[in-house]
């Protein structure tokens, strides 16, 4: 998962995600205008393991995540004024350049819920979070066992996507497979336990990449389903 080599950054032309576009609008009498993309909603899925008393999350590489600290710990370029006094260009990552040093791969990982696209017109919300359960997770669910958490938006700046939470809870009986992904699709995932003692610990823990829905989807199961297991989470 970690052997992240020959970097090539090159435009973006077509997609079948990502479709930028630019609005132009009046707001109160003001003219404005704003840049946004089209994606797909998505659904997510907290997952409960009864019989090991731990949340199964995913963690996998996501190269947005790894470009963006690239970016972030990369030498800054000149103040313009100095710039102009030396005659030299703002240094780098353009298309195709990778002669910075990059981070380790690492940088990249992320601890997120099992979630997916809502790309499939003939499945319900919930079909598409069993699949994606079976497909990262390894775990059999039927949909009748799933509870809807919530929806909400993500990236209201960029994208607007919504994505639905629901949650699960799995035993070893339903396990009936490894996990890991789709293959064929590029999924290269991890299955990770925490376990429910450790959860509030790891979901404030700055030094652990993480999605907002692990944050989030953490302190929903402590306020609503930790009395049933009379278990601390350790707020």
Request: hydrophobic residues 35%; glycine residues 6%.
């Amino acid at each position: 998962m970690e052997q992240i080599n020959n970097i090539e950054v090159v435009p973006c032309t077509s997609s079948n995600y990502l479709k930028p576009f630019r609005v132009h609008y009046n707001q109160n009498g003001t003219k404005k205008s704003w840049d946004f993309m089209r994606t797909h909603d998505s659904v997510s899925v907290l997952i409960f393991n009864t019989t090991s008393h731990c949340f199964v999350l995913v963690k996998q590489f996501r190269p947005a995540v790894y470009m963006c600290e690239w970016e972030r710990t990369r030498p800054q370029p000149p103040e313009p004024a100095e710039q102009a006094e030396e005659g030299a260009a703002a240094p780098g990552p353009q298309e195709g350049e990778t002669s910075s040093p990059r981070p380790p791969a690492s940088a990249g990982l992320t601890y997120e819920l099992c979630a997916g696209l809502v790309d499939k017109p003939d499945l319900s919300l919930e079909e598409i979070a069993r699949q994606e359960i079976l497909e990262e997770c390894g775990y059999d669910v039927p949909v009748a066992k799933l509870k809807r958490i919530t929806s909400y938006r993500s990236g209201v700046g960029v994208t607007g996507a919504k994505q639905t939470m629901f949650y699960a809870e799995v035993s070893e009986e339903n396990r009936v497979g490894e996990g890991g992904g789709a293959p064929q699709e590029g999924e290269l995932i991890e299955v990770v336990k925490v376990p429910l003692h450790e959860a509030m610990t790891f979901a404030y823990d700055e030094s652990i990449p993480k999605t907002m829905g692990v944050i989030f989807s953490f302190i929903w199961f402590h306020n609503n389903m930790s009395p049933k297991y009379k278990i601390s989470t350790n707020v």
